[in-house]
């Protein structure tokens, strides 16, 4: 019917008044049931960031949600927030639930956030984010799926640096300090060793205990009689007490020199 606004969908009753004039008097026509289509139905949209990056396990971030009122709905969206991710991985990211009002008339879309929070058992990896919006009848619902990646730490290890040494003569020793340098927030033991007698150089196993900023140890190295006059490279090896996996390498600068004679 031409100029009729229907507010939902469905069968309506219509009736025709006519309000009457001078000549006629005012009349109301029967009822028509009448099968309404096409008229837009209230709901809403929710979206949130194209991905989610929790930098290390432990990490957290924030969200950003925005619910898109459609066709004029208002009130309140009750947003459920649940991150699933393989059978394997242990100790998901948790991420919190909000609600958001719709003022009328429904026009404007509203924010809010969401803290997504891992914990440093979580195994890293690809995680989903499944995020739904339901009203205050539970009957208009909508929903968005974001990835969650949460990168894996970088490995811990440690560099070795020494200081030059100087025999006095073959079949002597001298010691040169080993310096170990953390990374990644590796502590604990250090084994060092030399792994070949370059020029019959040799250095009983020294270990050397790491903190947070580092740590040192005395090597003493031994020539033999047998040792050329010269400077050389000596390797020494230092590795994890732990486990031996993680590795690093230098060269110690001996000299050896002529004996000196009193």
Do not use: H, R
């Not at 709901?43 to 194209?50: D, E, H, N, T």
């Not at 025999?167 to 792994?195: D, R």
């Not at 020029?199 to 270990?207: Q, R, W």
Request: charged share 5%; with cysteine; aromatic share 6%.
């Amino acid at each position: 019917v031409a100029g009729t606004q229907f507010k939902q969908n469905g069968n309506q009753f219509l009736t025709a008044v006519y309000a009457g004039d001078s000549n006629y008097l005012s009349q109301t026509s029967a009822e028509v049931l009448v099968d309404v289509t096409g008229v837009p139905v209230p709901s809403f949209g929710v979206s949130g960031p194209a991905t989610i990056v929790l930098s290390a396990p432990g990490a957290s971030d924030v969200a950003n949600i925005v619910v898109t009122p459609y066709a004029g709905f208002s009130g309140a969206v009750n947003l459920t927030c649940n991150i699933t991710g393989p059978a394997s991985f242990v100790s998901p990211p948790t991420c919190a639930s909000a609600t958001v009002n719709i003022p009328e008339p429904g026009i404007t879309p509203e924010g809010t956030t969401t803290t997504v929070v891992s914990s440093l058992t979580t195994t890293p990896g690809q995680y989903s984010l499944y995020l739904t919006g339901t009203d205050s009848t539970g009957k208009i619902t909508n929903s968005t799926t974001i990835p969650v990646s949460v990168t894996a730490p970088p490995p811990q290890g440690f560099t070795l640096g020494s200081v030059a040494a100087v025999i006095a003569g073959p079949g002597t020793s001298t010691t040169s300090v080993i310096k170990v340098t953390p990374s990644n927030g590796f502590t604990g033991a250090v084994t060092l060793t030399c792994p070949s007698a370059t020029a019959n150089l040799t250095c009983p196993t020294a270990t050397a205990t790491v903190g947070a900023t580092g740590g040192t140890a005395s090597l003493t190295i031994q020539s033999s009689a047998a040792t050329p006059l010269g400077t050389y490279g000596l390797a020494v090896n230092g590795a994890d007490a732990a486990t031996g996996a993680i590795t690093s390498l230098t060269y110690v600068q001996v000299t050896v020199t002529a004996p000196i004679i009193p």
